[in-house]
């Protein structure tokens, strides 16, 4: 399943444990959630946050236009005219999203705020030229820096 980017959940692996069960003839299976997290535990299974689309991009591709492409084009520059540049999200106003409490305490917390400040870094490939940082503060990601470009000269 992970390897067609489809997301595996607690429900799910009870579902086909139970599909096994029934499979094998063990009809007192219940497939508990106590059974699953003894399941996690054993199988060093853990929840993780989902995050990119690395999978879109085949690494041949993007190895070969780096080592190829790529390679052509910067050969007539000097490293010190040569600039990368990346943006980056600041959730400045974020706090934390877990504290330290006593077990029996509750915890309540603020709603999150969603200001981002969006900054955009450079230097060249010496790294002896900073460029100026850019920023852009907006409520949602700003679509500026997509069509902004830095060439070095």
């Given amino acids: 399943m992970q390897d067609k980017n489809v997301p595996i959940s607690g429900p799910f692996i009870i579902e086909k444990a139970l599909q096994f069960a029934k499979a094998l003839g063990y009809d007192e299976f219940r497939g508990s959630n106590g059974w699953l997290e003894k399941f996690k535990r054993r199988n060093r299974i853990m929840a993780k946050v989902i995050s990119g ?4 991009v085949d690494d041949n591709d993007s190895g070969n236009w780096i080592t190829e492409t790529l390679s052509k084009i910067l050969k007539d520059y000097k ?3 040569i ?3 990346d943006e980056t999200a600041l959730f400045f106003q974020c706090l934390l999203q877990k504290t330290l ?3 029996k305490e509750k915890c309540f917390g603020e709603k999150q705020s969603k ?3 969006t900054v955009m870094l450079g230097a060249n490939m010496t790294g002896h030229q900073k ?4 920023s852009y503060r907006k409520k949602q990601k ?3 820096f ?3 470009k830095i060439f070095g000269g």
Avoid: G, H, W, Y
Wanted: glycine letters at 0%; aromatic letters at 12%; hydrophobic letters at 40%.
């Fill in 146 to 148: 997509q069509r902004c």
């Fill in 101 to 103: 409490t006593f077990k």
């Fill in 83 to 85: 600039f990368f540049a």
């Fill in 142 to 144: 700003s679509k500026m």
């Fill in 79 to 81: 490293p010190e005219n």
């Fill in 131 to 134: 460029l100026k940082v850019i």
């Fill in 115 to 117: 200001a981002i400040l």
């Fill in 53 to 56: 689309e690395s999978k879109d």
